[in-house]
């Protein structure tokens, strides 16, 4: 005779789970936020060593020039990913040959892992409060005067601290 479960086991069954996925989803949720923080940090680290290093070989010349004449956010992103001359004109071989000796920087730009998106939104040199220029549209935040970058991204994090005061 074959036998099965009734309703009222089912029921229990399926009322066990929903506790159980009750306790446990919200803490693998703060595991989630928690490494996104993390990749952040990581990435603010590894382009801003990469920045020091440009500034090094280029004569102390920020990324986001070319001598002297302010670049747009897709050249910046050649700068890193590309290779350079000493005066900061780049090009997106990866290969260093000719004038263009230095570089590339990064093997490619970081994601921003809240939006995937890893373009550079360049800040005008007025602005101190990167808050302001905060609009979740592109990965990263970058003002060539001062060669501040940071993540494009409103909000706080798990500890209650804004992520562009990364």
């Known amino acids: 005779m074959k036998r099965g479960f009734t309703l009222v086991e089912l029921m229990i069954v ?11 989803l919200p803490e693998f949720q703060g595991h989630a936020a928690e490494s996104k923080e993390s990749a952040i940090k990581s990435s603010l680290h590894t382009v801003r060593a990469q920045i020091e290093l440009y500034k090094m070989q280029h004569n102390g010349l920020n990324p986001g020039y070319w001598s002297t004449v302010g670049v747009s956010g897709n050249n910046f992103y050649y700068q890193f990913i590309g290779t350079s001359k000493l005066n900061g004109m780049s090009v997106s071989s990866k290969t260093p040959a000719g004038e263009y000796l230095y570089g590339p920087y990064l093997m490619q730009m970081p994601n921003n892992p809240f939006n995937d998106k890893n373009d550079v939104k360049m800040v005008s040199s007025g602005v101190t409060d990167f808050s302001t220029a905060v609009d979740d549209l592109t990965g990263w935040l970058y003002q060539k005067e001062t060669a501040t970058f940071k993540i494009n991204k409103s909000g706080t994090d798990s500890n209650g601290v804004s992520y562009v005061s990364y």
Request: overall charge neutral; hydrophobic content about 80%.
């Open 14 to 24: 399926v009322t066990i789970l929903g506790i159980l996925a009750a306790i446990v």
